[in-house]
C-alpha cells in the first residue's frame, strides 16, 4: 500500500468542538469521508492510498471519536450538532459544492440528513451499511455491552467483535480492543448512551426526509453484515429517490475493513461521476 501526505493536518473549533481534519490531494473529485460511531480518520486509510492521488479527499473526526474533543456542555453530541460540523468542514475545506459524501455505518445517517437539509450541495452520497433501524442483533449486542462493567474493556471489545467484526482481519480487531483499552471513561459511556439512544429513537425515515435528496444515491450492504438486515437496506433504497443498491459479496458490516478488494467498487462509482 502506497502513503499518501496530508495537504493540511488542522484542528477546526466548531461551537463547543474541537474537531481534527485532514485534506489529501489537490485535484478531481471532492470526495468527504464520515466516520461509524468510534471510527477514526484511520478507517480510509486503504482509501486515501488507493484514491488521493486522483481526487481530492476530506478526513475529519467527530467528538468522542480520535482526537475529536468536546470542550464543554453535554458528553452527548446530537444528530443536528454533527450536521452542523459536517457544514463547518466542507466550507472550511472549500467543498461548498459538488461534492462526493462517502459514509460508513452511523456515518450514513448524518449524511443523508446533511443531504436532505441541503439537497444542491451534494452531487452523490455512498452510503456504506445503513439501514433505517438497528436490528435484532443490533439491540443485543448493545445492550450486552452496556451491561459490562466499565473496568472490562476487552470484554466489551470482544462482545462488538463477535458480534459482527468477526470477518476483519486480526490487525482491526487488535486496533479495536487497544481502542476500548485507552478510551476515557466519558468517552465510553458516551459511545454506549449513543447505541441506546440508536435503539431507542425512530426508523431513519422518521428523523430524515428522504424524499428530499437531490444526489445521486449509491447504498453499499455486505451480502454478511449481521447488523443491517437486507430487507431493511432495501426499503431504505427505496425510499431514496433514485437511489442505487449494491449487495457486496463475501463481507460483512466493515466493508472495505474487510476486504480491499471492495475499493474497486469505489473505484467503479468515481470513475462514473462527472467532474
Given at each position: 500500500?502506497?502513503?499518501?501526505?496530508?495537504?493540511?493536518?488542522?484542528?477546526?473549533?466548531?461551537?463547543?468542538?474541537?474537531?481534527?481534519?485532514?485534506?489529501?490531494?489537490?485535484?478531481?473529485?471532492?470526495?468527504?469521508?464520515?466516520?461509524?460511531?468510534?471510527?477514526?480518520?484511520?478507517?480510509?486509510?486503504?482509501?486515501?492510498?488507493?484514491?488521493?492521488?486522483?481526487?481530492?479527499?476530506?478526513?475529519?473526526?467527530?467528538?468522542?471519536?480520535?482526537?475529536?474533543?468536546?470542550?464543554?456542555?453535554?458528553?452527548?453530541?446530537?444528530?443536528p450538532?454533527?450536521?452542523?460540523?459536517?457544514?463547518?468542514?466542507?466550507?472550511?475545506?472549500?467543498?461548498?459544492?459538488?461534492?462526493?459524501?462517502?459514509?460508513?455505518?452511523?456515518?450514513?445517517?448524518v449524511?443523508?440528513?446533511?443531504?436532505?437539509?441541503?439537497?444542491?450541495?451534494?452531487?452523490?452520497l455512498?452510503?456504506?451499511?445503513?439501514?433505517t433501524?438497528?436490528?435484532?442483533?443490533m439491540?443485543?449486542?448493545?445492550?450486552?455491552?452496556?451491561?459490562i462493567n466499565?473496568?472490562?474493556r476487552?470484554?466489551?471489545?470482544?462482545?462488538?467483535?463477535?458480534?459482527?467484526?468477526?470477518?476483519?482481519?486480526?490487525?482491526?480487531?487488535?486496533?479495536?480492543?487497544?481502542?476500548?483499552?485507552?478510551?476515557?471513561?466519558?468517552?465510553?459511556?458516551?459511545?454506549?448512551?449513543?447505541?441506546?439512544?440508536?435503539?431507542?429513537?425512530?426508523?431513519?425515515?422518521?428523523?430524515?426526509?428522504?424524499k428530499?435528496?437531490?444526489?445521486?444515491?449509491?447504498?453499499?450492504?455486505?451480502?454478511?453484515?449481521?447488523?443491517?438486515?437486507?430487507?431493511?437496506?432495501?426499503?431504505?433504497?427505496?425510499q431514496?429517490?433514485?437511489?442505487?443498491?449494491?449487495?457486496?459479496?463475501?463481507?460483512?458490516?466493515?466493508?472495505?475493513?474487510?476486504?480491499?478488494?471492495?475499493?474497486?467498487?469505489?473505484?467503479?462509482?468515481?470513475?462514473?461521476?462527472?467532474?
Amino acid at each position: 500500500m502506497k502513503k499518501s501526505s496530508s495537504q493540511a493536518k488542522e484542528i477546526l473549533k466548531v461551537g463547543r468542538f474541537l474537531i481534527p481534519y485532514r485534506i489529501y490531494g489537490d485535484k478531481g473529485l471532492q470526495i468527504v469521508c464520515i466516520n461509524g460511531v468510534q471510527q477514526s480518520m484511520a478507517m480510509w486509510q486503504s482509501f486515501i492510498a488507493r484514491f488521493s492521488d486522483e481526487h481530492r479527499i476530506v478526513l475529519f473526526d467527530f467528538p468522542n471519536q480520535g482526537k475529536g474533543k468536546i470542550v464543554s456542555g453535554d458528553k452527548q453530541v446530537s444528530l443536528p450538532e454533527q450536521v452542523d460540523i459536517l457544514k463547518a468542514i466542507l466550507h472550511k475545506a472549500g467543498a461548498d459544492n459538488d461534492v462526493i459524501l462517502c459514509a460508513a455505518s452511523w456515518g450514513g445517517v448524518v449524511a443523508v440528513d446533511f443531504a436532505a437539509k441541503y439537497p444542491t450541495r451534494i452531487k452523490v452520497l455512498v452510503l456504506a451499511s445503513l439501514g433505517t433501524r438497528p436490528n435484532k442483533k443490533m439491540v443485543e449486542t448493545i445492550k450486552k455491552g452496556a451491561s459490562i462493567n466499565m473496568n472490562n474493556r476487552e470484554q466489551m471489545a470482544e462482545v462488538l467483535i463477535k458480534s459482527f467484526g468477526e470477518d476483519l482481519p486480526a490487525r482491526f480487531k487488535q486496533r479495536i480492543v487497544s481502542q476500548f483499552r485507552a478510551m476515557e471513561e466519558e468517552n465510553l459511556r458516551s459511545f454506549y448512551e449513543h447505541g441506546l439512544f440508536v435503539i431507542s429513537s425512530k426508523n431513519l425515515s422518521e428523523l430524515v426526509d428522504l424524499k428530499r435528496i437531490k444526489a445521486r444515491t449509491i447504498l453499499l450492504n455486505g451480502e454478511k453484515d449481521k447488523i443491517i438486515d437486507m430487507a431493511d437496506a432495501r426499503f431504505l433504497a427505496a425510499q431514496i429517490p433514485g437511489c442505487e443498491m449494491i449487495v457486496v459479496k463475501g463481507v460483512g458490516h466493515f466493508l472495505h475493513l474487510e476486504d480491499e478488494k471492495v475499493l474497486g467498487i469505489y473505484e467503479n462509482i468515481l470513475a462514473s461521476i462527472n467532474n
